[in-house]
């Protein structure tokens, strides 16, 4: 099990409140338990975002193409400081404003790791120019790309299985902004991937 495996994170309830902690490699164990992450979304000044195709030795989702970076804070992080975190070991960026856009809470299974994401997935919007200078890590990212949001919902629906199957709720939240959540909001849990009877690929709520 790598080192982030280990790494600890904050069980949540469906309203997004704290109510306990577990560590990476169990969370994302079936049926996997509800726990908070985040997802950036770096945009140029053109509106262009900015995709990663995740490594092959990712636990979850390898190869898929999907948002400018994940994670997960640790308990009591800030989700900034937790993603601007993220986007330096990721991507070699950094560090980023950053500004939360709403709230996707999503479940899909991954059949070829067997590995379960269930997350309160906080959506988090970077502006970025596309000269500013990126060093990927290879244990991370496989490839990078700019592409047009617009178009990416198109592509999304066309052929799901090159993306995370989470990639279609946190670009929608970009297009829709809701804002950051307030108090006790409650975003429905949204099943995530291609259809349900594409017996290879599972997805639902709980």
Avoid at 41 to 57: M, N, T, W
Avoid at 78 to 88: H, P
Avoid at 176 to 185: F, H, I, K, N, Q
Wanted: charged content about 25%; some cysteine; hydrophobic content about 35%.
């Amino acid at each position: 099990m790598t080192t982030r495996e280990n790494h600890l994170v904050e069980l949540v309830d469906d309203a997004g409140r704290t109510r306990g902690e577990t560590t990476v490699s169990a969370a994302h164990q079936p049926p996997g338990q509800l726990h908070r992450a985040f997802s950036v979304l770096l945009v140029d000044p053109d509106g262009r975002v900015l995709l990663q195709r995740r490594a092959s030795v990712k636990t979850r989702f390898p190869l898929r193409w999907a948002n400018s970076c994940c994670g997960h804070p640790a308990p009591g992080e800030s989700l900034v400081e937790a993603a601007n975190r993220r986007l330096r070991e990721e991507l070699g960026a950094g560090p980023v404003e950053l500004t939360e856009v709403g709230v996707y809470a999503y479940y899909a299974e991954d059949p070829a790791t067997s590995r379960v994401e269930f997350e309160y997935d906080h959506v988090l919007r970077g502006e970025f120019r596309p000269d500013s200078p990126l060093l990927p890590d290879p244990a991370e990212v496989a490839e990078l790309r700019w592409v047009d949001p617009v178009t990416l919902v198109a592509d999304l629906d066309a052929d799901p299985r090159a993306y995370a199957p989470w990639l279609g709720g946190v670009v929608n939240r970009l297009l829709r902004p809701s804002g950051p959540t307030v108090g006790p909001s409650k975003p429905a849990v949204t099943p995530s991937g291609p259809p349900a009877n594409d017996a290879a690929e599972r997805s639902g709520g709980r």
